[in-house]
């Protein structure tokens, strides 16, 4: 009996644990996105990463993704981000779509990590304006 409640208790602690870590990738973007921290952003960039911006779109390196990413960030003045929707998709792969707010405007934001060598890691980042 004590075997049971043991298992009863554990199970749902354990399930809770592994949402959590798997939802953590995702979630340290999104704070990176709010608040306009590009280094933080690209810690999570694969080695290689397509961006897309309203001028221009091209897979580069981490280094170069992080360069692009932190001018863009300088030169619209990030105020914030607010998620519309994020979710799982087929693989374990994760998505989020949300409003970067800046000075400048607004800007849909599509994020897409996939899970490569047991890390979450951003393979596709999008900013497009907002009419």
């Known amino acids: 009996m ?3 409640f043991t298992t ?3 199970a749902p602690a354990l399930l809770l644990a592994a949402f959590t870590t798997q939802s953590s990738g995702i979630d340290d973007v999104i704070g990176a996105l709010r608040s306009g921290n590009a280094s933080q952003l690209a810690s999570h960039f694969d080695d290689n990463i397509e961006i897309t911006l ?7 390196s981490k280094a170069q993704a992080q360069l692009i990413v932190r001018d863009f960030f300088v ?3 990030v105020k914030g981000f607010e998620v519309k929707h994020k979710g799982d998709s087929p693989g374990g792969s994760h998505f989020c779509i949300g409003t970067l707010q800046t000075n400048a405007g607004n800007f849909r934001t599509n994020v897409f990590m996939k899970m490569k060598n047991g890390r979450e890691v951003v393979k596709e980042i999008r900013f497009q304006p907002v009419d």
């Open 75 to 77: 030169n619209n003045g």
């Open 8 to 10: 009863l208790l554990l």
């Open 54 to 60: 309203p001028d221009k779109s091209d897979n580069y």
């Open 2 to 4: 004590k075997r049971i």
